[in-house]
């Protein structure tokens, strides 16, 4: 192999596929990334067999080959090469690649690229398509529900429904549920539904960067798998096998206490009350307040704890119904209103045991395309 | 005191005694009676844990009315008559005691229709006298009631244990003879409410659903072996699935259950190396062979056995195990791990290497000094007064066993943190020392109700009966935790709500291990109870060995160590701290002259 790349895309491409390399396997070459020449570029690939990431760079070929470099060394030696053409090549013989960048010259001890497990081709001309915004911006708004607790698998997920030209993601962690629709951009007549690993989205969203692009997504039938791919990278990650709750029957139907407030200021107020509430159990009570027919009602925001103090704060809203006092874990208040994008946002409840839901409001939202449910804490006394 | 000869009431009251001790054992032995009837179906009924009444109905070939009243007289039986029979005992009684027994402590009733009669019979015996026999109408087969268990013996009843604890051993043994006769039906009610209902289709595995839940029952293995004389089957647990008791090992010799050390320990010795120390398996296992080959004629309730040929029973035994072991134990999955592992286990060997590092003799020379609370500061809680309070706060706590303020070094292994405080170097287990502060303020809390998370759905738990009653005693308690359950069935359960503090794991398992194992007898006052549930709960939610922690939260976890009552042992008494004293750096090092 002998291959001539530019730093600055080298140095890019390990940063892309650096997430999927798992330096301490029992399996030496998955510490490793793959180089390959691959139809005029350089394909980069790193797996740790549950997720695998591959990124193609343009690449002045002399000879094609692949080998496997050691991710670590390797990144931190490009990202300290000055900022021209990097040249390398292969002894096949030896496994060593020499690296040339100006006055810099390494050799490299590689492992052979036989050993690192085949990353199969996948066909995606029949894949749906998505536009990366919008696409990044719902994993955003779903992915910090899932459960990072590996004792229940299926909530670690992200269950993805495909039905008639809509795509829904939902995830939950047993007390919390986010889900979030919209359209894709090409109709597909086959329905999918399947639950992928909430960190192989993280991932997607961090590594998709062109906002204007498409992304296409394909399950292989029988493989267990989902790739999505760009026009750069693509992204294969293991499904997770299993039953994901009926959320549907979970998301209430009805409210009697809704307020509507703005979004900003009630995410500041929950994190003057999580500065408290984090010392202590995370309780924030909200007091939805209607004070009359004619002045704005208001929702006061609360936190305390023994050691530290106490904080409140009082929000004008806007109030339908009766009272209501009713506490929740004040991270899952803050985590939800940081994805939501629209100035306002309604909080809907029943009772203080009843699971609260909120949700954006704003002439440009399409009902139901957001929506979150959290389920109320219970105070002691 | 002239010696004499006692009464015949007296003398009948004391070999009751050998034989009937607790209303379980009543209830063991009309349940042998029937079994031995030929009954196919049986039904029981006990009312105040079998001290108002124990009330067992068969439809076997019941007790004609001329042999009625012989069979109430000691010594008599119809399963025996000559001394040759007792080696060859094929019924599973056969001492001629039990309904003698029966009849000299309670108020017994028999009433009785063989299936040739007409009419039944019935008789009533009180504290030993005897009525006259009177006919009346009954069904094929024989019902016993017994009445007022022990009234006419009050220190008998002083001993009885609590009601619960009673009732939970008739519900052990009666699913057992229910497992080791599936295709006899049993009814048990316990105060009217059924215990326990078996099909008789001879399926064990329904039965031990009932014993252990659906989730174990259904791990369980099969165990099948047979020799030229020897006939094993029944169930064991596979390696995953142990208990840190003995009580869930039950062996059945000719469907006779019987305890014995030397069989118990074959089947750990078929589990050998495959489970961890302390640990033990569950097993249901029943042993069919001829019965010239073995001697039941040794224990009054026949608990105990004697073998013609042991070795060759226990071999067998031993290797029928190991088959169904290795047979059915997978190899365990390779998984992603985030713990950290090293390469290769540091072999216990290796602490002999310098002698001068030997722990044990170190310790033996005082320098080291490793802080464990001994066991004498465990006091008897309930012998002190205000024993409840005490209770309360786990372990008595002294007001010289606070920590000085620490230095954070660092953390090594993921497991422990390195500390150094104006005496020398600490070594903390975090585990063990998270489980302390998480423990001390719960405890610090408890006398309100705890915060909870409520859960979007909520998760059904199904329990065996004896955890389920537990539970099911222990709910206000648990509500104050922060749990939220509401019984959904007779052994199910709904978690509606857990405690803040386990919002992160699996509410199912996060209920299940609170009740798993736990001993209701060892400790009868409650304040007692409640603290072991709270230091499981703790143990459950304390951060794990293996778990890497940041700077802040090493920090954070010694400076709330440092404010706990007695921060050098956690909830379970192990050790949370190693002190190596200045000095004994300075001796270890050659600083200082070796003693």
Redesign the interface.
Known sequence: MKVTVLQENLAHGLSIVSRAVSPRSTLPVLANVLMATDEGRLRLSATNLELGITCWIGAKIEEDGSTTVPARTFTDLVSTLSDREVGMSLNVRTQTLNVRCGASNTDLKCIDAQEFPPMPAVDTSDGLQIKVSELKEMIQQVVFAASTDDARPILTGVLMTVKGGKVTLAAADGFRLSVRKADLASTSGHSISAVIPARALSELARIASDGEQLVTMVMPRGRGQVVFRTKDVELVSQLIDGTFPDYEQIIPTKFKTRAVLSTSAFLKACRQAEIFAREGSHIARINILATGELQPGSVEISGQSEETGSNQNIVEATIEGPNILIAFNVRFLREVLDVIRTPNVALETSTDTAPGMLRPVGAQVADGEFLHVIMPMHLGS | MPIRILSPEIASQIAAGEVVERPASVVKELLENSLDAEATFVSIKIEGAGQRLIEVTDNGSGISETELPIAVERHATSKLSTSQDLFHITTLGFRGEALASIGSVARLTITSRPLDADVGTRLKVDAGHSSPIEPVGAPVGTQVRVEDLFYNVPARLKFLKHETTERRLIDNLVTRYALAYPQVRFHLFQENKPALQTSGNGDRREILAALFGVEQARQMLDVLAQDDWMHVTGFISPTSLTRSHRRDITFFVNGRPVQDAALAAALLKGYHTLLMVGRYPIAVLFLQMPPELVDVNVHPAKAEVRFREPERIFTGLQGAIRRALLAYTPVPG?Q?QLRWAPENPPAPTSRQIDPAWNLDQVSARKGWQVEMQPELDRQPTDELPGGAAHALAGQPSFPDTRVPILRLVGQVANAYLVAEGPDGLYLIDQHAAHERVLFERFMS?LP??????????PATVDLPPANARLLTDQLPFLARL?F?VETFGPHTFLVR?VP?LL?????A?ALRVLVEDFEEDETPLQAEREARLVARVCKRAAVKAGHALSPDEQRALLSDLEACQSPRTCPHGRPTMIHLSVDLLERQFGRRGAR
Not at chain 2, 448 to 457: I, T
Not at chain 2, 503 to 507: R, W
């Open positions: 390779l992603a809390q309100e109700v705890l915060p909870s998370q409520s859960l979007l759905q922060g939220q709500a803040n919002a992160g794991s699996d509410p398992a």
